[in-house]
């Protein structure tokens, strides 16, 4: 993994008109080691007598709609777990406000990246917030404003527009800013945040993740099994990993 430095960003940024940052793994994370962890946070609270795989069916239904050529929203993921595990509407309801909460609970800023969108938005640039994720504008909205990050021009959600990084978001984002504008986007995926970006003419830069942080100073270290063991290495790797310059 090569480094990256903040001198190259902050100067990248400032060399162009537009600069967009991708939301999970870049501008903010989750102190747990995996998306799946939250999914087992909600297993653990599951309504009084319900007894059911959770985790497992959420993910295998997000994966449907996905493999299905659809851009899920959060409501679109629960419908698909009601209908495929016999629920009823309330407990559906239920567990998709777990789910919010759980997130919520785990998702800290990335605090070098958070002063990047700030020196970006302070220097006059579109700040665009890019999630390539099944939360909707709104709640990408209200999980930046309860983690205290305000500075940009607008968040474009996947959800919303129904387009991925793959499928024409890149596309969409410059036709809402203008074509002859130049482009800058920072993120952690080397393919989606990378390669394609630079597809569309997109100048980009690719930072690691905390948890690829870990696994490069700590090489064949096991994540443990059980959830609380888990949440402990998610909390370590979010203290020492927080930034990708770490």
């Not at 569309?200 to 443990?224: F, K």
């Amino acid at each position: 993994m090569g480094n990256v430095y903040r001198s190259d960003l902050e100067q990248g940024m400032l060399m162009h008109d537009c600069v967009s940052f991708d939301l999970l793994d870049t501008l903010v994370m989750r102190r747990v080691p995996s998306t799946a962890d939250v999914f087992s946070m909600v297993e653990q609270r599951l309504p009084g007598g319900l007894v059911f795989p959770f985790g497992e069916c959420r993910a295998r239904c997000e994966k449907e709609l996905c493999d299905a050529g659809i851009v899920p929203t959060l409501p679109d993921i629960y419908r698909q777990l009601r209908a495929a595990c016999g629920l009823d509407e309330q407990t559906t309801q239920t567990l998709m406000e777990e789910e919010w909460k759980a997130e919520c609970e785990v998702m800290i800023p990335r605090r070098d990246m958070a002063e990047l969108l700030r020196m970006a938005h302070d220097s006059g640039k579109t700040v665009t917030v890019l999630a390539d994720t099944y939360l909707s504008g709104i709640q990408v909205r209200d999980l930046l404003q309860m983690l205290e990050i305000r500075d940009y021009t607008m968040i474009l959600s996947a959800a919303d527009v129904g387009l991925t990084r793959e499928t024409g978001l890149y596309a969409h984002y410059r036709a809402l800013c203008g074509e002859e504008k130049s482009y800058m986007h920072i993120g952690d995926n080397p393919q989606k945040d990378g390669e394609i970006a630079r597809q569309y003419g997109i100048d980009t830069l690719v930072i690691p993740r905390a948890v690829d942080l870990y696994r490069r100073d700590n090489p064949g270290a096991t994540v443990p099994q059980d959830l609380s063991t888990r949440r402990i290495l998610g909390e370590k790797i979010a203290r020492q990993y927080n930034s990708p310059f770490a």
